[in-house]
C-alpha cells in the first residue's frame, strides 16, 4: 500500500471505524484497521514492573521496588535504570505503551496510591519520572504519564472534586506534570478519574486543551482511566482522544448523527490515535534477562533503602553477631502494593530466606500476626528470643497499601505496637525496618537504636536488606516525602467527603507546611543517614545571572564505605508580594563515592525554579528581590546560606489583608471554609442534580428502588468496601450482568417513573442474561 498521509487515512475510515478507533478494543488494546493497515496499539500496567494480562492471568514478571522507594534515590541515573528495566520487560512482551509512571503528588500520607507516586515535591517527582521516561523509552516503547491531574486520594476517586486554588495547582499539583511534558514529550498522558475544580478531568477541555496541548505543547495522545468517562461526547470535545477501556459508544453515534458532535471534531481525536500507532508499528519483541533485572531490582531496592536513625553506629551488624530477627513480614514481607500496579512476581524472596542464603546464623519469632489482634503469646515468644541475642532485626509494616483504597489510620496496627515496645524493652540493641507505602507515626522509633525505611522493597527486599544490614551495600536513601511527628490540621478533612476534597493548605504540602509553620516532625524531607562520613569542603555559589546559578560543594568520603550523599538546595522567596513557602526544592545532586574519594557536586539552577505563579497575570513570574539560597542535606539544615537578589518588578498583587490566614502560618494553620472560598476565588457549591450515570450510589436517593440498589450492590461486604462502593457512580455498576441500557431504565426509577419502568427493565435484564450467555467475558 503506497504511504498516505494522515489526512488520506482519515478520508478512508468510515464513521464507525472512527468511532471504534477512539475506545479501546478489549481492555488493553486500541482497535485495528486492517484494511488501512493501522496496527492495534498494546497497552498495559503497570510501572512498577509489568503487569500485563492475558487471559487466565497476569504474566510473571521481576516486581521493582515502589516508586515511593525509588524515589529515595534522589538520583537520576538511577530512575533511568529502572525505567529501562521497565522497558526491557514491556518489549518482552509485545506491549507498546507502559501505563505510567504515576506521578501524582503525596499530599496526604494516607492516601492509598502513595507508594507508587514519587514525591510530595513537584521537581524531585518530575525530574525522577523524566529519568524513568528517558530510561524506558530508551528500549523502543512509550509511556502513558498519569493521573493527570489532582488525582491525590482514593475515597470517592471517581466522583470526587479537587478544589484547588489556581497558585497551588500550578505550582504544585500541576508543575509535576509541566515539568515532565516539556522535559520528555512521552506519547500519552492518562486522565484521572476525578473532577478538578467543578469538571471531570476526562471531559476538562481547560486541563487537556488549553493548559497541556495549547500551554504546554503537548503532542501525543490523551487516554482516559479504565472507566473515568463521564460524558463521552464531551470529553472528545475536550481533548480526551481514547476512552479506555472499551466503551459505550452509542452516546458518540447519535451525537454524530444529530450533529452536535462534528465529525471534524472526532478526527482530531482519531487522527491522534493513529498517530501512535505509527510510532509502534514496526516493534519486534526482545528477550529479558530475568536475572540481570533481579540483580537490579536488588541493587536499587538496597541502595534507596532509608537510614533514619543509627546510635552508637549499631549498623551495620555483624555476620557473627548473635542476632534475633522478630517480626512476621521477615517471612513474608510486603514487597509491592496492591492493585494495577501488582505485579506477578513469582520468584519473590524474604529476610529470613536471604539470612539463611547468606550463611547468617539467627533465631526467629512471629511477635505478631499481620491479619490479628494483640497476641500476648506471640509478644512472649518475641521477647524470649530477644533477651537471648545480642542484636536484634524487628521488621514491622502495615499490610500493603492498595489502589482504590485509603490508609484508615496513620499508625500501625496496635498489636506491631506491642511487640515494637516488649521487643525494645528487652533488648537494647534493636533495629527497626519499617516496610509501607508511604510516611506512617513513627513514634516508636525512639525505643530503637536504629531504624531503616525500606518502603516496599520489590520482589528481592529480602536480599536487599539483608545487604544493607550487613553493610555490603549502604543505605543511600533520602527521604521524598515529610514525615510527620503530628499530621497538619489541615489534614483532619482528608477522605472525609467523597464529594469533593477541599485543598485548603494551597501550596503549603508536606515539608512546604513544616518549614513555614516551623513545625517539628520526626524525620524532615530530604533526610538520611549514612554508614560512610563525608566532609564537605566550602559551598560556593559559583555563579550567579539573571538565568542561572550554579552550587558546587567538594565532598570526600572519609569513612569506609562505597557511599552516597545528596545535595540540596533550598529557596527562600524574601520579597514577593503574595505567601510563600519557607523553603522550596530548587536544585539537588547525588554524587557517590568510595572511601577516601573526592568530588565536587556542581548544581546549575535556572532561575525560573524561583518563579512563583502569579493569578492575576495568569503565568509564573519572577518577581525582583532577595532570595536566600540554603544548600545542605535536607530541608531542615541550614549549613550553608547566602542571599541572591534579582532585580525587576514585583507585580503580584498583594493580598495579605483579604488572605491573611495564608501569609503567616503557623502550626495550627487550619484554613476554614470562608478563607479557603476567598483564595479559591469562586464557589464550589455543586447545584442538586437529578440521578444520573455519575451519581454516586449514595446518592441515589432513599426510595424503595434505591433502597434495593444499594443493598444489592454492597450486600456481603465489610463496612470499609461499603463505604468505597457507596461513593463510587453509578456508571462504573454496568457489566455483562447490567447494562447501560438497564441502568438508564434504573435511574428513571430512582427518579420517580418506578411503574412504568418496571416491566421495561425486566425485559432488558432477560435480553442481557441470554446475551451474557453467548459473549465471553472481556472485563478488565
Ligand atoms: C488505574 C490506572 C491503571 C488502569 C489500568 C486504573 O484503575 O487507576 O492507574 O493504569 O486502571 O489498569
Redesign the pocket.
Known amino acids: 500500500m503506497a504511504k498516505q498521509t494522515d489526512d488520506n487515512l482519515i478520508a478512508l475510515l468510515t464513521p464507525q471505524e472512527k468511532i471504534a478507533l477512539t475506545t479501546g478494543s478489549g ?1 488493553w488494546n486500541t482497535a485495528p484497521i486492517d484494511k488501512l493497515g493501522i496496527n492495534s496499539v498494546t497497552v498495559s ?2 510501572p512498577l514492573g509489568l ?1 500485563k494480562m492475558v487471559e487466565g492471568g497476569t504474566l510473571p514478571a521481576v516486581a521493582l521496588p515502589s516508586a515511593a522507594k525509588l524515589a529515595c534515590s534522589f538520583d537520576m541515573e538511577t530512575a533511568r535504570k529502572y525505567g529501562v528495566a521497565v522497558g526491557e520487560q514491556a518489549r518482552a512482551e509485545n506491549v507498546d505503551v507502559i ?2 509512571p ?1 506521578v501524582n503528588i503525596k499530599r496526604d500520607p494516607r492516601c492509598g ?1 502513595n507508594f ?1 507516586y514519587f514525591s510530595e515535591d513537584p521537581l524531585l517527582a518530575a525530574s525522577l519520572a523524566s529519568a524513568y521516561i528517558e530510561g524506558a523509552t530508551s528500549q523502543g516503547v512509550g509511556v ?1 504519564v ?2 493527570f491531574a489532582a ?1 491525590n486520594q482514593e475515597y470517592g ?1 471517581l466522583v470526587c472534586d479537587s478544589i484547588i486554588d489556581e497558585r497551588a495547582l500550578r505550582e504544585i499539583y500541576l508543575s509535576v506534570f509541566e515539568r515532565i511534558i516539556k522535559q520528555t514529550n512521552p506519547c500519552a498522558v ?1 486522565c ?2 476525578n473532577k478538578l475544580n467543578g469538571e471531570y478531568c476526562s471531559q476538562n477541555k481547560w486541563l487537556l486543551n488549553d493548559v497541556l496541548r495549547t500551554e504546554w505543547g503537548f503532542k501525543g495522545l490523551v487516554m482516559s ?4 468517562t463521564d460524558d463521552r461526547v464531551k470529553g472528545i470535545k475536550s481533548g480526551l482522544d481514547l476512552e ?2 472499551q466503551g459505550d459508544v452509542t452516546d458518540v453515534e447519535k451525537a454524530l448523527e444529530d450533529g452536535s458532535l462534528e465529525a471534524a471534531e472526532l478526527d482530531v481525536a482519531v487522527r491522534r490515535v493513529i498517530d501512535l500507532s505509527k510510532q509502534f508499528k514496526s516493534m519486534s519483541a526482545r528477550s529479558v534477562d530475568f536475572d540481570k533485572q533481579r540483580d537490579l531490582a536488588r541493587k536499587l531496592s538496597s541502595e534507596c533503602t532509608v537510614l533514619v536513625k543509627n546510635n552508637c553506629g549499631l549498623l551495620p551488624l555483624n555476620k557473627s553477631d548473635k542476632i534475633a530477627v522478630i517480626g512476621a513480614l521477615a517471612e513474608a514481607p510486603v514487597y509491592q502494593g496492591y ?3 501488582k505485579v506477578n512476581a513469582d520468584n519473590h524472596d524474604s529476610l529470613l530466606a536471604a539470612l539463611k542464603q547468606a550463611n547468617v546464623s539467627f533465631t526467629y519469632a512471629q511477635a505478631y500476626d499481620v491479619d490479628g489482634d494483640n497476641d500476648d503469646e506471640l509478644v512472649a515468644e518475641a521477647v524470649a528470643v530477644a533477651q537471648h541475642a545480642d542484636k536484634v532485626i524487628l521488621i514491622v509494616g502495615d499490610k500493603p497499601d492498595t ?2 483504597q485509603d490508609r484508615d489510620s496513620w499508625s500501625l496496627p496496635s498489636n506491631q505496637l506491642k511487640a515494637i515496645d516488649a521487643v525494645t524493652s528487652a533488648n537494647s540493641d534493636v533495629v527497626i525496618v519499617l516496610q509501607c507505602g508511604s510516611s506512617i507515626d513513627s513514634s516508636f522509633s525512639h525505643a530503637a537504636k536504629a531504624m531503616l525505611i525500606d518502603y516496599y522493597g520489590g520482589e528481592c527486599s529480602g536480599q536487599a536488606l539483608c545487604d544493607v544490614i550487613f553493610g555490603d551495600t549502604a543505605p543511600q536513601g533520602r527521604l521524598a516525602e515529610t514525615w510527620y511527628l503530628n499530621l497538619p490540621k489541615t489534614a483532619d478533612d482528608f477522605g472525609k467527603d467523597y464529594h469533593r476534597a477541599l485543598y485548603k493548605e494551597s501550596i503549603y504540602v508536606g515539608y512546604r507546611y513544616t518549614s513555614t509553620a516551623n513545625v517539628d516532625v520526626a524525620f524532615p524531607f530530604g533526610y538520611g543517614l549514612s554508614y560512610s562520613e563525608f566532609k564537605w569542603g566550602a559551598i560556593a555559589i559559583t555563579h550567579r545571572d539573571k538565568t542561572k546559578i550554579t552550587v558546587t560543594v567538594p565532598i570526600t568520603n572519609v569513612g569506609k564505605f562505597v557511599d552516597s550523599e545528596v545535595v540540596q538546595v533550598y529557596a527562600t522567596n524574601c520579597d514577593c508580594n503574595s505567601f510563600v513557602e519557607r523553603k522550596k526544592l530548587i536544585g539537588f545532586a547525588r554524587i557517590t563515592l568510595k572511601p577516601k574519594e573526592k568530588k565536587t557536586a556542581t548544581i546549575v539552577i535556572p532561575t525560573s525554579e524561583l518563579e512563583h505563579y502569579n493569578v492575576g497575570q495568569g503565568k509564573f513570574v519572577l518577581n525582583g528581590g532577595r532570595y536566600i539560597i540554603t544548600v545542605g542535606k535536607n530541608v531542615e539544615d541550614n549549613r550553608f546560606t547566602d542571599e541572591y537578589a534579582i532585580s525587576g518588578d514585583n507585580n503580584t498583587e498583594d493580598m495579605s489583608n483579604e488572605l491573611a490566614c495564608y501569609y503567616n502560618i503557623d502550626r495550627d494553620f487550619c484554613p476554614s471554609d470562608e478563607q479557603f472560598a476567598a483564595l479559591y476565588g469562586k464557589s464550589f457549591e455543586e447545584a442538586p442534580q437529578a440521578v444520573n450515570v455519575s451519581t454516586p450510589l449514595n446518592d441515589i436517593g432513599n426510595n424503595l428502588v434505591a433502597k434495593i440498589v444499594k443493598a444489592r450492590l454492597t450486600r456481603n461486604m465489610d463496612n470499609k468496601s461499603a463505604k468505597y462502593t457507596l461513593a463510587m457512580p453509578l456508571r462504573s455498576f454496568v457489566s455483562a450482568t447490567f447494562t447501560r441500557e438497564m441502568l438508564f431504565t434504573v435511574i428513571d426509577m430512582l427518579n420517580g417513573a418506578v411503574f412504568k419502568n418496571l416491566w421495561k427493565l425486566f425485559k432488558q435484564y432477560l435480553a442481557c442474561k441470554k446475551a451474557a450467555k453467548q459473549q465471553p467475558k472481556t472485563g ?1
Open positions: 481492555s500496567d503497570g503487569r501505563l505510567g504515576a496510591r507508587e502513558c498519569k493521573h488525582n476517586r492518562m484521572s478519574y482511566d479504565w472507566g473515568a479506555m477501556p492493585g494495577s500496579s489502589e482504590g478488565k
